[in-house]
């Protein structure tokens, strides 16, 4: 039951005065047409139907029978389908290094490829981007490269994102768009509305320039979430905004986050331009972003969820719906790919990702003083400068003589020498 505020309940008593028959017109303030029949309802669609599910390749690669296939040639194919491809061979290495304990940290992007590689793609190179954590892939499509992936990962003196100060995959890269991933869930949703209207304000990426948000159907749960929404769509903000929905917030399954028609439905209660997609066809989350993008100038958003998967499914995925098998197939049949240039690629990226392994673990970490640097501008505050003389006063005491802390200085430039010295 809904109360109605006092305002509305006079405007109430003036429709009873007119009488049910004439129940025709709009309230003041409101477009909404006025209804004599008594319905609650449920659903964005206007029916009882799901908000459909875009796709323009069928699970084996082929086109679906009128679908608009986004122009691409055979380039463009070949740089998607690199792309794609690099994710699961980083995957595979990082994975396992992760395990054995060298990096303390990773995320996969275990069949998410379609949708990251293919919405990086349909994003111009300097659109403002916002990850989650598992958005690496738009990093590769804008050629950050591979030392820059593995310099970060290991936290060295080389890694460019933060010098080793943030856990690993928390990329940052001004010079390619890319905001610092933050772990705290959805921070970065309103993050990218302020940013999209900060674009729609500066000469020269006004109408040019946008956000593109990314986060997890789970993160859609938190308070900033509904807060960035709003906030994007009332300014409103150029910023397009991309659910992945791969079906679990860790061990939560989706069933269990939320009960309506999935993130796609709060779209159009926020006024926001929506769309679901299969997120596992490349070249219709390519369409869905440029489409998106095309139109974000007042406000828009993507939703780029897809569909829902058992675990049991999981498996059968891998053989029929995978979106790398998926588009491999499908430019095998446009004539651009065969089993040959598939061996080399996969020789080649293994190789390639190797190498800047070898490169990246081999190099130390920043000196250990640069621990309490570039937090804040301006004059050192006293609690920085008393955590240094603190950590000065343990490394003269126990630097040189407790092995746990001789390992570990000897992984920093100059062995904390930096420190002792000052
Ligand atoms: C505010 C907050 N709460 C909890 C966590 C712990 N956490 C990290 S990832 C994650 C699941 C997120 O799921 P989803 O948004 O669907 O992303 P996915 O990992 O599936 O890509 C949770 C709960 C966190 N990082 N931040
Ligand atoms: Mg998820």
């Given at each position: 039951m809904i109360r109605l505020p006092s305002v509305a309940r006079g405007f109430s008593r003036r429709w009873t005065t007119r009488g049910l028959a004439s129940a025709a017109g709009k309230l003041p303030n409101s477009n909404s047409p006025i209804v004599s029949k008594l319905k609650y309802f449920n659903s964005v669609t206007g029916s009882d139907e799901l908000i459909p599910t875009f796709r323009v390749l069928d699970?084996?690669?082929?086109?679906?029978?009128?679908?608009?296939?986004?122009?691409?040639?055979?380039?463009?194919?070949?740089?998607?389908?690199?792309?794609?491809?690099?994710?699961?061979?980083?995957?595979?290495?990082?994975?396992?290094?992760?395990?054995?304990?060298?990096?303390?940290?990773?995320?996969?992007?275990?069949?998410?490829?379609?949708?990251?590689i293919g919405s990086a793609a349909g994003l111009a190179s300097d659109d403002e981007v916002f990850g989650q954590y598992r958005e690496m892939g738009v990093l590769l499509w804008?050629?950050?490269?591979?030392?820059?992936?593995?310099?970060?990962?290991?936290?060295?003196?080389?890694?460019?994102?933060?010098?080793?100060?943030?856990?690993?995959?928390?990329?940052?890269?001004?010079?390619?768009?890319?905001h610092t991933i933050s772990s705290p869930l959805a921070t970065q949703i309103p993050q990218a509305a302020g940013v999209g209207y900060a674009l729609k304000r500066t000469p020269g990426r006004s109408s040019r320039s946008i956000a593109a948000c990314y986060f997890g159907e789970g993160a859609a749960s938190e308070g900033d979430f509904h807060a960035g929404l709003l906030l994007a769509s009332t300014i409103p903000s150029p910023t397009l905004y991309i659910a992945r929905n791969n079906g679990f917030a860790i061990s939560t399954p989706s069933t269990e986050q939320f009960y309506g028609d999935g993130i796609a439905s709060r779209g159009p209660g926020y006024g926001i331009d929506t769309i679901r997609v299969d997120?596992?066809?490349?070249?219709a989350v390519l369409a869905a972003v440029?489409?998106?993008?095309?139109?974000?100038?007042?406000?828009?958003?993507?939703?780029?969820?897809f569909a829902y998967r058992a675990r049991s499914e999981v498996e059968d995925r891998k053989r029929i719906d995978n979106p790398i098998a998926r588009f491999r197939l499908f430019m095998e049949s446009q004539g651009w790919w065969n089993a040959e240039a598939e061996e080399?690629?996969?020789?080649?990226?293994?190789?390639?990702?190797?190498?800047?392994?070898?490169?990246?673990?081999?190099?130390?970490?920043?000196?250990?003083?640069?621990?309490?640097?570039?937090?804040?501008?301006?004059?050192?505050?006293?609690?920085?400068?008393?955590?240094?003389?603190?950590?000065?006063?343990?490394?003269?005491?126990?630097?040189?003589?407790?092995?746990?802390w001789r390992t570990e200085l000897a992984k920093f430039k100059n062995n904390g020498q930096d420190l002792l010295k000052r």
């Open positions: 699970g084996v690669g082929k086109p679906l029978e009128g679908a608009e296939i986004p122009e691409i040639d055979e380039n463009f194919a070949h740089r998607l389908y690199e792309n794609m491809q690099l994710l699961p061979t980083l995957d595979n290495i990082l994975y396992n290094v992760q395990r054995q304990g060298k990096i303390s940290f990773y995320m996969t992007s275990h069949g998410e490829e379609a949708t990251i804008r050629d950050f490269g591979l030392d820059n992936v593995m310099n970060q990962c290991f936290g060295n003196e080389a890694d460019t994102s933060g010098k080793g100060r943030q856990m690993p995959v928390h990329f940052g890269s001004t010079e390619h768009h890319f997120g596992n066809d490349v070249l440029r489409e998106g993008r095309r139109s974000v100038g007042h406000h828009s958003t993507s939703d780029d969820s080399e690629l996969k020789t080649r990226l293994k190789a390639d990702v190797m190498k800047a392994f070898k490169k990246s673990e081999t190099l130390k970490r920043c000196e250990l003083g640069e621990l309490f640097t570039d937090v804040y501008g301006g004059e050192e505050p006293w609690n920085i400068k008393e955590q240094r003389e603190e950590l000065t006063g343990l490394l003269r005491k126990y630097g040189e003589v407790w092995e746990p």
